[in-house]
């Protein structure tokens, strides 16, 4: 066996979504021991009411850095651990990764569930607006990143599992060059893997429905966590409703909302007058669907997957809120070569008539999955890495 053990690594509580895209399950069950590091007290002062499912396996807290290294020591074998860190590539991980090379511990990383991303506008007003303190910070951080790497202080990643032709991007503040030497392995994104999984499935239901693949926007817990801009919720919901209710009109057919994972304010609270709200069934939602719509969710590799029609939607205030949906927004629409709309727009809804099968080919094969893959479950792939010497 190759590695008897792997280590997961993140700055965040451990989620059911975490615990079932990286396989904890299925690596325990293949006779490897499985742990979970999780280091967010090092890296934030609170976990901002964060779904912790740390019961789920045997998960250690870490306070300090010194407490890392202590467990670094204790570990007898570590040219048999495999560590998978759950993390971006950037400034702030320069401790930490500098305590995993100092150990010489073997590092890898999963590049998928990337999507297309638009250029930065480079008009000076553009620029100067997306200059803020945390953006100046964090350039500086990564400032010093290099600087370790450059000493030899950081080592580059030793494995790096790749879904799509793209999904290196996904890591972080890495390019080509920066992976290029690690041991890659071709993998699916965890949503083509759920479309694998449902693909020839017989539909039980007997109701039509159109699909919204909510973001939780104005209250999603990482735009506090990492400071980011965001929209109103008094702003959003009514807009977003008043828009659902012409789509309804128009097609006679109700909106369903493919909650996101994080909304539990969706639990107890109605956001969404009234209609359906579903929680972790977003793959079997979109199958069924009729069309879908989106902002800019990483789950439209479901519809592309499943050969959906998508609409994308936008609005002034999330133009003006958070900027960067909007223009994914925009560029998701042109890329798959499929319609957007304000939601304040009183026309007629513009579904695109034709599903654009070349373009959600093109996105299939940079982002989803590969030639050599696209027939295989990545839980597969993964465990058949970790056995075989």
């Known amino acids: 066996m190759r590695f008897n053990k792997v280590i997961y690594i993140r700055y965040m509580p451990l989620t059911t979504k975490i615990y079932a895209d990286f396989y904890m399950q299925e690596v325990t069950d293949a006779g490897i021991e499985v742990e979970y590091w999780d280091i967010t ?14 019961k789920l396996v045997n998960t250690r807290i870490f306070r300090s850095y010194s407490e890392l290294e202590s467990a670094l020591n204790s570990e007898p074998f570590l040219s048999k651990v495999l560590f998978v860190s759950i993390m971006s590539f950037e400034g702030r991980i320069r401790k930490l990764y500098e305590i995993l090379t100092k150990y010489n511990c073997i590092l890898s990383v999963f590049g998928r569930n990337m999507f297309p991303l638009p250029v930065p506008p480079k008009t000076f007003f553009g620029v100067l607006n997306r200059v803020k303190i945390s953006t100046v910070l964090n ?14 202080k950081i080592k580059r990643y030793d494995i790096v599992f790749i879904g799509g032709d793209l999904g290196w991007q996904g890591i972080g503040r890495v390019g080509l060059d920066d992976i290029k030497n690690a041991e890659q392995v071709k993998v699916n994104s965890d949503d ?22 909510d973001e ?16 109103k919720a008094e702003d959003y919901y009514p807009e977003l409703n008043s828009y659902f209710d012409r789509v309804e009109k128009q097609f006679g057919l109700p909106v369903v909302i493919a909650a996101h994972p994080k909304a539990i304010r969706y639990k107890t609270e109605d ?12 793959a079997e939602l979109t199958k069924y669907a009729q069309f879908v719509i989106a902002h800019d ?12 029609k998508l609409h994308f939607i936008t609005s002034k205030n999330i133009m003006n809120g958070i900027e960067e949906v909007h223009r994914n927004v925009i560029h998701f629409a042109n890329y798959l070569g499929c319609n957007y709309q304000f939601m304040n727009n009183e026309e007629g809804i513009n579904l695109i008539e034709e599903l654009p099968l070349e373009n959600y080919q093109k996105y299939k094969y940079s982002f989803q999955t590969s030639s050599d893959t696209e027939n295989k479950l990545t839980r597969d792939i993964f465990i058949d890495f970790l056995i075989k010497e």
């Open 216 to 231: 939780y926007l104005p209250l999603h817990p990482d735009t506090v966590l990492f400071n980011i801009k965001n929209v």
């Open 139 to 152: 350039y500086i951080r990564f400032k010093k990143v290099l600087k370790s790497i450059r000493k030899g």
């Open 41 to 54: 007290a090092i890296f934030f002062k609170n976990n901002y009411n964060i779904e912790d499912s740390s």
């Open 271 to 282: 956001f969404f007058s009234g209609r359906k709200v579903i929680f972790k069934q977003t």
């Open 192 to 213: 083509y893997d759920n479309y694998l999984l449902l693909k020839d499935r017989k539909n039980t239901l007997s109701d039509k429905y159109i699909l919204f693949l």
């Open 297 to 308: 969710s990483t789950s439209i590799n479901y519809p592309i997957a499943f050969g959906k």
